[in-house]
């Protein structure tokens, strides 16, 4: 880490106020939810643990999931892929912040052409998925796609079974380039798909479907794109121009956002402008008990994201995600002192 983003992050701290940590015990730190950020997680868990001996245990059940055990409060941390309401998080008294930004991606199963990639616009893409356009060689993708060798075979649409922020953000970038898309079928962690569609339950899982089925779209997390050897759609984005996912595409919509210009933690990072602007780009968030009974009970979790955000960001190159910007994480860890309110009295301490 550079010492211009450490002393930017201090800054940030020096002016919330915070505490020393000395983090408590040993015990684990348990999350769960959201499957898109799962390998940052991990990844971050395993450094984390080496450095602190304190292990951290995320399971990728989905967004849904995530949300419903952090109510119920059965791990120390929720994760979603898209942001819980202000009224549900009041309604439950956590606490909620942005963590690291991702991309979802539609991928196929076949290469079409020497090109290998495929070029969909937004509205091509929703009426695929809406089961409107169901042959692969139909003249609305052959006119996106001229030489290419379309297959002449059905499409197979792999859809999420599980409750799912990837496919409430999928969905939700569905609903602002297509009216038709927005009007009968909308967004949300679960959709009602038209038509006959494959189900599986996590990223994970409609990797593994796609890889199994003949002339198939489903949609991913990044990540996944080289780890799995998926063949990426071009899409096109809002400034009309297809683009491939990237890193540098997910930093151009973060850079043109409302969560970089004014600071918006829950601002919407789709369809944002910008010629080489990824156009499904999302945060994705944890939640935590605003009242936990004490503070040595929250005080591990939050030294987990103080580290995350002071010395995870060089685990996320390279790896289909990009760090939030530096004057937003120091917000954030000046926030955990101002919103989480220990039963005890008791002082935070996560800072080491």
């Known amino acids: 880490m550079s010492i211009g983003r450490i002393a930017l ?11 020393q940590a ?23 868990g395993q450094s984390f643990a080496k450095e602190k001996s304190i292990p951290v245990a995320y399971q990728a059940v989905g967004s849904g999931e995530g949300v419903k055990r952090i109510i119920a409060r059965e791990v120390d941390f929720g994760a979603s892929d898209v942001a819980v309401s202000r009224e549900e998080i009041k309604r439950n008294n956590l ?27 937004g509205s091509v893409l929703a009426d695929i998925f809406a089961g409107r356009i169901t042959e692969w060689n139909d003249q609305r993708i052959a006119e996106l796609n001229p030489g290419s060798d379309l297959p002449k075979a059905a499409i197979t649409r792999i859809v999420r079974e599980d409750s799912s922020g990837t496919t409430a953000a999928f969905t939700s970038y569905l609903s602002l380039v297509s009216e038709n898309w927005s009007r009968s079928i909308g967004s949300g962690n679960t959709v009602s798909w038209p038509g006959t569609v494959t189900r599986a339950r996590s990223n994970d899982g409609v990797v593994e479907a796609l ?44 850079k043109a956002s409302a969560m970089n210009l004014t600071a918006d933690e829950y601002a919407s990072l789709l369809n944002m402008p910008g010629s080489t602007t990824w156009p499904i780009t999302q945060a994705t968030f944890v939640l935590v008990d605003r009242t936990p009974k004490t503070a040595a009970s ?55």
């Not at 076949?110 to 090109?115: E, H, K, V």
């Not at 990044?222 to 063949?231: G, S």
């Not at 103080?306 to 760090?323: E, H, K, S």
């Open 9 to 19: 992050i201090l800054v940030g701290l020096v002016h919330w106020g915070m505490v």
């Open 22 to 44: 000395q983090p408590g015990n040993a015990a684990s730190i348990r999350g769960a939810g959201a499957t898109l950020p799962a390998a940052i997680y991990t990844s971050w």
């Open 95 to 121: 606490f909620q912040f942005p963590t690291v930004v991702g991309g979802i991606v539609p991928v196929v199963s076949f290469r079409p052409g020497s090109s290998g990639q495929l070029r969909l616009t």
């Open 211 to 254: 890889k199994g089925a003949r002339g198939a779209i489903t949609y991913v997390s990044l990540d996944h794109i080289a780890r799995d050897k998926l063949n990426p759609v071009l899409l096109e984005n809002r400034q009309g121009k297809f683009v491939a996912p990237s890193e540098a595409g997910l930093k151009a919509a973060v």
């Open 298 to 352: 929250v005080s591990q979790t939050l030294a987990f994201f103080y580290w995350a955000f002071m010395r995870g960001d060089d685990i996320i190159t390279n790896t289909g995600f990009v760090p939030l910007p530096t004057a937003m994480q120091a917000r954030i860890m000046g926030r955990f002192k101002e919103e989480i309110k220990p039963q005890d009295g008791g002082p935070l301490q996560f800072m080491k």
